[in-house]
């Protein structure tokens, strides 16, 4: 499995950036993570398979979409109205489709991409 994110950089607060996790190795459900320095990583998103169930973490809830290309070979992490509060390294990561576990439980994900940096400035 091989993930690759990008789209990560610096925005001012208010403004939006759009990540994007191009994936490949098999059908997954997805999440996105972020840790900033000095914290644990925490959930953001995560979307199943089959991309009609989605869930956000409640400070996010509102402002991040997670969204998947029609061919699920890409997740993408639309976020707007960012804070500087979001500045942390983004990551995407992958878990069984099946997998019973809650979706934000960090432990149930397998595969991991490198993280890009998400910088708002104030």
């Known amino acids: 499995v091989q993930l690759v994110e990008s789209g990560g950089g610096l925005v001012q607060a208010g403004g939006s950036l759009k990540l994007s996790c191009a994936v490949s190795?098999?059908?997954?459900?997805m999440g996105w993570f972020r840790q900033a320095p000095g914290n644990r990583r925490e959930f953001v998103a995560g979307?199943?398979?089959?991309?009609?169930?989605?869930m956000y973490s409640d400070s996010v809830k509102g402002r991040f979409t997670i969204s998947r290309d029609g061919a699920g070979n890409t997740v993408y992490l639309q976020m707007s109205s960012l804070k500087p509060e979001d500045t942390a390294i983004y990551y995407c990561?992958?878990?069984?489709?099946?997998?019973?576990?809650?979706?934000?439980?960090?432990?149930?994900?397998?595969?991991w991409g490198q993280g890009t940096q998400v910088t708002v400035s104030s």
């Open positions: 190795g098999g059908t997954f459900s």
């Open positions: 979307m199943r398979w089959s991309g009609n169930s989605a």
């Open positions: 990561a992958t878990r069984p489709v099946l997998s019973p576990s809650p979706m934000a439980r960090e432990a149930s994900y397998e595969s």
